[in-house]
């Protein structure tokens, strides 16, 4: 749920076009297409098919780092650096490469990095430049982690995150293409971080666009910001309201949890997501609406194809 990101955000906006895919077709290889799923033949066979080992909307993954024994890796596309903990830094040989700052959903942490890490995700090797390694993350032993998948790895491999088969694949992004029938969502960048154009609608039923960040990383359906909750008169007018706390890089941040009536993505449209309503600041970047998290985008398989700006839903 964190974000490595500096600098400031375009206007809110709204937009509900979307791309749709165009299959073609030559009739001299009617007989591959007999033989073959059109899909298997469109995007080419997976460079990996990795179990997720998580329920709820978490979406864990084994890899082994430097041969080390197999460890588990949160995927979190709200990172913009890949994670170890600092307690497997010594054992698994890496070298110290500098420091950074990593800005979360309550403050900033700075961040050692190291270099040397050489992941095998289902028989595919993955060498990040650097991995970061927050002492924060040393002391919370309730998680269940040993390290984070961010914006390096999204950007690495075609992911596509199936919650029904509980299946991670990994595609090569020089020869994918697809052509499902998803929702081809446009996405584009603050930083590492990927932006989408969503509407939700107000208790009242009124509809109200923003761009969110997608933080596959958080547990809710949805978070929002005070300010863009306030603006657009979103306060959660349920009697079931609970007010809990979010945490992450910087510390915790005060919510109230609720619904909304809707969420719409493109034209896939979620009803009643659970809320995270922030009563101050901000999950994400300033003048975001907040962020989309798994526990709205497991209804849905989904493919993040960085290399074309682009996230995939079906």
């Known amino acids: ?133 927050l002492a924060s993350e040393g002391e919370r032993r309730w998680r269940r982690r040993d390290g984070i998948l961010g914006a390096d790895f999204f950007r690495h491999f075609v992911v596509e995150i199936d919650s029904v088969k509980k299946t991670v694949r990994l595609f090569s992004p020089t020869n994918f293409t697809y052509t499902g029938q998803g929702q081809i969502i446009p996405v584009h960048f603050i930083q590492d971080t990927p932006i989408i154009d969503a509407t939700v609608l107000s208790p009242k039923l009124t509809i109200v666009c923003g761009r969110f960040e997608v933080d596959t990383g958080c547990d809710d359906a949805i978070c929002l910001s005070h300010d863009f909750v306030a603006t657009n008169n979103l306060a959660s007018v349920s009697s079931d309201e609970t007010v809990g706390m979010k945490h992450g890089v910087g510390g915790g941040a005060s919510v109230r949890h609720g619904q909304l009536p809707q969420l719409q993505i493109g034209q896939l449209k979620l009803d009643q997501p659970s809320v995270s309503f922030f009563n101050e600041g901000s999950p994400a970047a300033n003048g975001l609406a907040g962020h989309i998290g798994m526990a709205a985008l497991k209804n849905w398989k989904i493919i993040f194809d960085y290399s074309r700006n682009r996230m995939i839903l079906e």
């Open 1 to 133: 749920m964190s974000n490595l990101i500096i600098g400031l955000p375009k206007p809110i906006l709204c937009s509900l076009k979307h791309s749709q895919p165009v299959i073609s077709r030559h009739f001299g290889f009617c007989f591959l297409l007999a033989l073959i799923p059109a899909r298997l033949l469109a995007e080419g066979n997976p460079l990996a098919t990795i179990p997720i080992n998580s329920g709820h909307s978490r979406v864990m993954i084994e890899a082994q780092v430097n041969e080390s024994k197999p460890l588990s890796f949160l995927l979190d596309t709200g990172y913009g650096i890949d994670t170890i903990n600092p307690d497997l830094i010594e054992s698994l040989g890496l070298r110290r490469a500098g420091r950074l700052t990593i800005v979360g959903i309550a403050g900033e942490e700075k961040a050692a990095t190291y270099a040397g890490a050489v992941f095998n995700l289902g028989g595919v090797s993955y060498a990040p430049r650097r991995v970061a390694s």
